[in-house]
């Protein structure tokens, strides 16, 4: 007995240091305690984050880089020569009058050009055949931008579900931490109630220490939550682009009534039409299938039409502003096989990128199926949830009326309305879960989880 009594009280001990260090780590000035706290709901906190998430600005910055991806082209040449050829006229070239002599009277060198030549041109180049091959490249060009909006798409459904579960797993804790402290109050009075039995020889002293354990357990489940709490609050204000240190006081209205789903085969079809995965697999087919394209347009002979207009000074025999007008004809008579494997490489691309969307849809419809069953199961929860809440609201009511009657203990009553205030902590927590359960049916169905 002695031994038992021994080893409880070492337990007691320890947890007392426990809730010692919590407490410490509790105490230590982590959020700034001047700053007004934000009220937010949760529909204000999906609009907050969409608009400031720094992954989704990041995903929208690389649509616009993909679709400006322009160029201008302007020629301009300077150079210098060492030596020009001239032209010479001897003495009379030109014939030799009585009156004047022989003209020219010496001879006559007139230079062609001068030494440093300047050069500047702007001109549009129409490509002809290769039509072909620049469709091919514009529909791979458009299957990137389609491709970076698919990221946006994904991404603000990701960070959408990400708040969703961050502020209902807040709103949790915060009722669990408030369960946690009836129960404080509750083991507060039964080691009252212990202690004064002891005291009077009605009970041992070993009920007493189980008593105080309760007590500490209950004080170190209240600083647990606390600590969960707070890095919650963490995570969900760098996922709102806020300050970390921002004091949010979110609303503690339960998530709305669940809304209708289709059915089971309903959700796989339109996961399979919109999930931004298989979208995104899609658009690597097209994108495969344009370069296929390319790869054999090179075997058509390049031929495209020239205009220029130019600027020059000194270069000879020409003057300072003409126009040039064309046509060129371009053809690789023999490259070694690069355009033969370039094809072979475009068809294996290909290939792959439609075995990879096959697989995708496949994965999209397991996750469908996965997020259904969850649904369903948490609506059983739900109900086994609210069914638990109802039977504890009964026992505390039959714990009062047995206080009032001084037929039960003051333990009792407090105790009994502590187990109430835990079942409704699991109500919540499984009508959360049900939404949370929803809305990742949702994202899995590439539609925004609100």
Known sequence: MQWNKTS????????????????????????????????????????????????????????????????????????????????????????????????????????????????????????????????????????????????????????????????????????????????????????????????????????????????????????????????????????????????????????????????????????????PEVRAAQQAVEKAKAGLTAAKDAYIPDVTGIARYSYQSGVPLLVHNFGTFGVTFTYDLFDGGRRSAEIGESRTQLAQAELNLTKVEEAVSVNVETAFDKVEQMQGMVGVAEELLKARTEAARVADRQFEQSAALASVRTESAAKVSSAKASLLEANLGLSLAEGELKRAMGQLPR
């Open 8 to 275: 409880r009280f070492s337990r007691a001990l320890q947890l007392i240091g426990l809730c010692a260090l919590v407490q410490g780590s509790l105490s230590r000035p982590v959020l700034a305690q001047d700053n007004a706290p934000v009220t937010l709901t949760l529909p204000a906190a999906l609009d907050l984050a969409l608009k400031q998430n720094r992954d989704i600005q990041l995903a929208q910055l690389a649509v616009v880089d993909s679709e400006h991806k322009k160029q201008i082209r302007n020629e301009s040449t300077v150079l210098h020569l060492t030596e020009l050829e001239g032209v010479v006229f001897p003495p009379g070239s030109f014939g030799s009058p009585a009156a004047t002599g022989p003209i020219p009277p010496h001879t006559l060198i007139i230079d062609q050009g001068s030494l440093t030549a300047y050069t500047s041109g702007t001109g549009l180049a129409q490509p002809l055949t290769q039509m072909f091959k620049i469709h091919a490249s514009n529909r791979a060009a458009t299957a990137d931008v389609n491709f970076a909006r698919i990221e946006v798409n994904q991404a603000q459904n990701e960070i959408a579900l990400r708040v969703r579960q961050l502020y209902y797993g807040i709103l949790i804790a915060q009722q669990k931490q408030k369960s946690a402290a009836e129960e404080v109050d509750a083991s507060q009075i039964g080691l009252q109630e212990n202690t004064d039995a002891v005291a009077r020889g009605k009970a041992l002293e070993v009920v007493a220490l189980d008593s105080r354990a309760a007590l500490l357990e209950a004080k170190q489940s209240v600083l647990t939550q606390g600590l969960q709490i707070h890095d919650l609050m963490f995570a969900l204000n760098d996922l709102l682009g806020l300050p970390l240190t921002t004091q949010l006081q979110l609303s503690e209205d339960p998530p709305g009534v669940a809304v209708s789903l289709p059915s089971r085969e309903e959700c796989v079809r339109i996961a399979r039409d919109q999930s």
